[in-house]
């Protein structure tokens, strides 16, 4: 219970970061909307002696502001440790009708990065990804976002090819594979 409400607290305050990346209004209020909600269920008593663990562990700095207001930052060891847990619980929403468009994920990743393509390879296999040779994947869904997400966190992008397509060879078997009509 602990670990979770320690994992919820540091995605709350990168959510801050993900505030001033936001691209358009809706994605602005739905951000803060789901921060809201969140921020409330965690107990007060908690909250202060969660934020005095994240100073002293330095993954939050704190600083006194002239309104006799507490800002408190996420320093670059908490933006690390929160995406660390944002990759666990990423998962790409299945809609109620496929679009008839695969996704392929083509990555060439030097052998000085070998961990990171070993770490992206299986996040493709957790994400539901069929691998199609050893370096391509296909999934049936909308994940530019989540694969964006993983490649930035890796610092894989010049390594890594996104394509929607509309057809392939061998679309029955995945269409079985995937359990589509």
């Known amino acids: 219970m602990r670990t979770t409400t320690k994992k919820k607290l540091l995605l709350l305050l990168a959510s801050g970061i993900g505030l001033s990346l936001a691209r358009t209004p809706k994605q602005y209020f739905r951000i803060i909307k789901e921060t809201h909600h969140a921020y409330k269920e965690i107990d007060r ?8 663990e994240f100073r002293h562990d330095r993954l ?9 207001t507490t800002s408190i930052v996420l320093t670059e060891d908490g933006q690390k440790k929160a995406l660390r ?3 666990d619980d990423i998962k790409i929403k ?5 679009d008839k468009k695969w996704r392929l994920v083509i990555f060439d990743i030097p052998e000085k990065k070998k961990p990171a393509r070993e770490v992206l390879r299986n996040k493709l296999k957790e994400l539901g990804f069929h691998q199609l040779q050893k370096s391509c994947f296909i999934h049936p869904y909308e994940c530019e976002n989540e694969i964006n997400f993983v490649v930035e966190l890796f610092e894989l992008r010049p390594y890594i090819t996104l394509i929607e397509s509309k057809k392939i060879t061998n679309e029955a078997a995945l269409k079985l594979k995937f359990k589509l009509s």
């Not at 008593?45 to 005095?52: E, G, M, P, Q, Y």
């Open 45 to 52: 008593r908690k909250l202060f002696r969660l934020i005095s």
């Open 60 to 68: 939050v700095k704190c600083k006194d502001n002239l309104d006799a």
């Open 85 to 87: 847990y944002n990759i």
């Open 94 to 98: 299945i809609p109620s009708r496929w």
